[in-house]
């Protein structure tokens, strides 16, 4: 166990409380970044025992103080506040500040096949972040997250009035992630890096088709849940489109027996556990 602490990005995130509770249940030493320390998130953090420093994803400097004295970094960055622009620029900044502190490790989340040629535009900004990563004289290793079980709340209310509407057809397998379990294996990444360093590793914990999904959001809220298949000309936003375009098409390519089997340590999330676990409470 290192004696420095571990910098969590953007720790207040979806990806970054996880991969913080993770780091926290192995009893590591974890400084989290954040915009702003006086929300209640951040409080929550300190609370647990988090090094709570204020910094930002776009500001090399911030990052770089925050670097300072760390064992290891994970890095998460996003384009879905200031564009893809802003996302590439924040990946640089994280990378700028890695090489001037030395950073022993850092462990970047990409995506799930942003090294297809893929055409989806926020696979294609993490891929140009990757190269660059890969080019630069950072230890580092890549994961890509597949589609996260969370996404499903985005249509929450959809989904409690009965329906899970997905651009899919309904025998299609989609492969997902549950947060804990990319928590999960950072974790064990980043206190552990011997073993991943150079690596690029994607991560799915199931694959059920929309009706299998459809069927465990039913048994978990106690009532129907039938699957409609959204057309994709209905998906308007240009980068969703994309996205969806490509999970009819190649989609995501993770050996989920070989990815389990290599790693069994961790407890991957079955969808129908993941759906009982989150769902149940609205019944």
Do not use: C
């Amino acid at each position: 166990m290192t004696q420095e602490p571990i910098l969590v990005l953007a720790a207040t995130g979806g990806q970054g409380r996880a991969v913080t509770d993770a780091l926290l249940d192995r009893r590591a030493r974890v400084r989290a970044l954040v915009r702003d320390p006086g929300r209640q998130e951040a409080r929550k953090l300190a609370e647990l025992g988090v090094e709570v420093v204020a910094g930002s994803l776009s500001d090399a400097d911030s990052l770089a103080s925050a670097m300072t004295g760390v064992a290891a970094v994970f890095a998460y960055t996003t384009p879905f506040e200031a564009g893809l622009d802003a996302e590439v620029g924040q990946g640089r900044a994280v990378i700028s500040a890695a090489t001037r502190r030395r950073v022993p490790h850092l462990v970047f989340s990409s995506v799930a096949g942003a090294d297809q040629d893929s055409g989806v535009p926020h696979f294609e900004t993490k891929a140009r972040i990757e190269a660059e990563l890969v080019s630069s004289d950072v230890p580092h290793t890549i994961l890509g997250p597949t589609y996260f079980f969370d996404n499903a709340l985005g249509g929450a209310e959809r989904v409690l009035g009965g329906l899970l509407d997905l651009p899919l057809p309904a025998e299609r397998p989609l492969q997902q992630l549950g947060r804990a379990d990319l928590g999960a294996f950072t974790a064990k990444v980043l206190l552990d890096p011997s073993s991943y360093i150079g690596q690029r590793i994607e991560l799915a914990s199931d694959a059920p088709t929309p009706l299998g999904m459809a069927a465990a959001l039913g048994a978990a809220l106690g009532r129907e849940v039938r699957h409609e298949r959204l057309p994709l000309g209905a998906v308007t936003n240009p980068d969703m489109h994309a996205m969806w375009a490509f999970l009819n098409g190649p989609g995501y390519r993770v050996d989920i027996p070989s990815l389990h089997g290599v790693h069994p340590d961790i407890s991957w999330t079955r969808y129908s556990d993941w759906a009982e676990r989150v769902w149940a409470v609205a019944r």
